[in-house]
Structure formats: structure tokens, C-alpha cells
């Protein structure tokens, strides 16, 4: 059974400064990984989709990557600004026999101090 | 935004009354997902369907049933609501064309579900 996980659960960091969110899923036979924004009381916003054939995807100050063969993904984020501040959710589409739709990670709850 | 609308918005019923929400989509794409939100668990799949009447269960779909007769609506089913269905339910679409999950997911913007 694919597994998410979200490291680390909370992050708070001043206004300015770069930063990555870490993304690990247990099954590698994947075929694609994609990371949402929510925001308090709101749906989710997709942000990046990388396919399982490529390594990076980029959009504006985000840029994630995918390690398909470790099972890992980081969304970087340049530049942070207090706008930022949301859930960030991580979710895998596996391609296993199993039911389809996305596995979620617990998400990592980014604060961007002023 | 994707043209997705769920309802209702919120919903608090009592335990063992029957509850449908309903999924609306104007983008015209073949997948559509239920999904149910909690803390400590995150978003879990609760059912989907890849076309008119094909639908297929996900990982939480004990004591949740879903329909599907047009391609723009789904509608989500609680038999008898129980207070452990107490959640928020996300619907969400995909254009994906073959049976997995291969393209992007845009979410509605959810229903707040209480059951006392």
C-alpha cells in the first residue's frame, strides 16, 4: 500500500528567505506526483504535476523535483512572501492494481512571518 | 479554476438519516473522485467513476455509495450517516483518458458535513 509522508508537518520562516518542503512515498512505481496549496476552510489548488519521466517541474518562484527510484520530491519555493502561508499537500498517483486516485501525504503548514 | 460546484456548502444531520452531496462539473472531463478530509488522516479516496455509470470503490468506501448518470454530476450517498462520517468531503475531476490517474486533479472547494 502507497504511503505519503510530509517533513516537516510545521514550518515558519521570515519573509524573504527560500525554502523546501520534503515529500516521501513508499512505492515508486508511480505515474505522476503532484503538489496542492490549500488554505484555511478552502479546496485545494493544484500547483505542479511532474510525470513519472521527468525530474523537475517549475512555475514562477516554485520549482519541484521528483527522485522516482528513492521515493522522494521537494517543492522549493524562492522568495517566500506572507501569500505563501497555506497547507502544502503532496499526492501520488500509483500505478498499481489498486483503486485509482490520488494517496495524500498529511501536508506541511507553512507560516511566512512579515 | 476548474468549473467544479459542490452541494451543499454545509450540512449538519442527525445519525441515521440518509445524506447525498452533490458534484457538479461544467469542464467536461471523464474522471470524477469523492474524497473525505480529517485531521491526523488527511485526504482519503472514497469512491470514483471513470465515466456514465462506472464507478469503482476507493480506499474509505464502507457505508458510501455514488452515482453517476451524466457526465457532469456525481453525487456522493450516505445510506445512514454515522458520526464518524463527520468530515469535509472534496470532489475533484481529471481529463485523464486512460483508466489511472495520469493527469492533473482540480478540487472543488469542498462540503462541511456534521453528523450529531
Known amino acids: 500500500k502507497q504511503e505519503v509522508t510530509q517533513i516537516p508537518a510545521a514550518l515558519s520562516v521570515p519573509e524573504g528567505e527560500n525554502l523546501v518542503l520534503n515529500c516521501s512515498f513508499t512505492?515508486?512505481?508511480?505515474?505522476?506526483l503532484q503538489w496542492f496549496r490549500q488554505d484555511p476552510g478552502k479546496g485545494l489548488t493544484s500547483l505542479l504535476l511532474i510525470q513519472s519521466s521527468q525530474r523537475e517541474q517549475t512555475s514562477g518562484r516554485l520549482n519541484a523535483s521528483l527522485d522516482k527510484s528513492s521515493g522522494r520530491s521537494t517543492l522549493y519555493i524562492a522568495a517566500s512572501q506572507p501569500g505563501d502561508s497555506a497547507t502544502y499537500l503532496c499526492a501520488v498517483s500509483s500505478t498499481g492494481g489498486g483503486a485509482d486516485g490520488l494517496t495524500f501525504g498529511k501536508g506541511t503548514h507553512l507560516i511566512i512571518q512579515p | 479554476d476548474a468549473g467544479i460546484t459542490q452541494s451543499p456548502r454545509h450540512k449538519v444531520t442527525e445519525t441515521g438519516t440518509p445524506v447525498t452531496l452533490r458534484c457538479h462539473q461544467t469542464e467536461n472531463h471523464r474522471y470524477m473522485y469523492w474524497y473525505r478530509q480529517d485531521p491526523g488522516h488527511g485526504l482519503r479516496l472514497i469512491h470514483y467513476s471513470y465515466g456514465v455509470k462506472d464507478t469503482d470503490k476507493g480506499e474509505v468506501s464502507d457505508g458510501y455509495s455514488v452515482s453517476r448518470s451524466k457526465t457532469e454530476d456525481f453525487l456522493l450517498t450516505l445510506e445512514s450517516a454515522t458520526s464518524s462520517q463527520t468530515s469535509v468531503y472534496f470532489c475533484a475531476i481529471s481529463e485523464s483518458m486512460t483508466r489511472k490517474s495520469t493527469d492533473t486533479q482540480y478540487f472543488g472547494p469542498g462540503t462541511r458535513l456534521t453528523v450529531l
Open positions: 512505492d515508486s512505481a508511480i505515474y505522476n
